[in-house]
């Protein structure tokens, strides 16, 4: 292995390390967490073994296998903004519908505080 090949082994186990940290403190949920872990297996297999992104470049038509390796980073990048899109959404939805509870709940309680 070339010494590139162990300086991105390095950086994907301590990424690893980081994430699972994150979650065993409670900073970050494994809901979200299965994603970086997904991720970070990826970063570790193309350190090992080059030649799979060479071959994923070929396949592409790509002839220069680190622009591969930027493209694949790019749609990781999009995937995960989807997601947290979708995260962001959905947490938006329930404000509003707590906030409209809130405010009838309010109005209840107005009306049965006045005699």
């Excluded at 090949?5 to 409670?26: D, E, M, P, T, Y």
């Excluded at 970063?43 to 591969?68: E, F, K, Q, W």
């Excluded at 939805?93 to 209840?108: G, M, P, S, W, Y």
Aim: aromatic residues 6%; positive net charge; charged residues 15%.
């Amino acid at each position: 292995m070339s010494q590139i090949q162990w300086v991105s082994l390095a950086g994907s186990l301590i990424f690893l390390l980081i994430v699972l940290n994150a979650v065993r403190k409670q900073k970050l949920r494994e809901a979200y967490s299965l994603l970086w872990i997904i991720i970070t297996i990826g970063m570790i297999v193309v350190s090992i073994r080059m030649n799979l992104l060479r071959l994923l470049s070929d396949l592409l038509g790509i002839v220069y296998p680190p622009a591969t390796l930027f493209l694949i980073l790019c749609v990781g990048i999009c995937l995960l903004l989807f997601q947290y899109s979708i995260v962001i959404s959905i947490h938006n939805e329930k404000i509003t519908r707590l906030t409209q509870e809130i405010a009838l709940l309010r109005e209840k309680l107005e009306r049965k505080e006045k005699p």
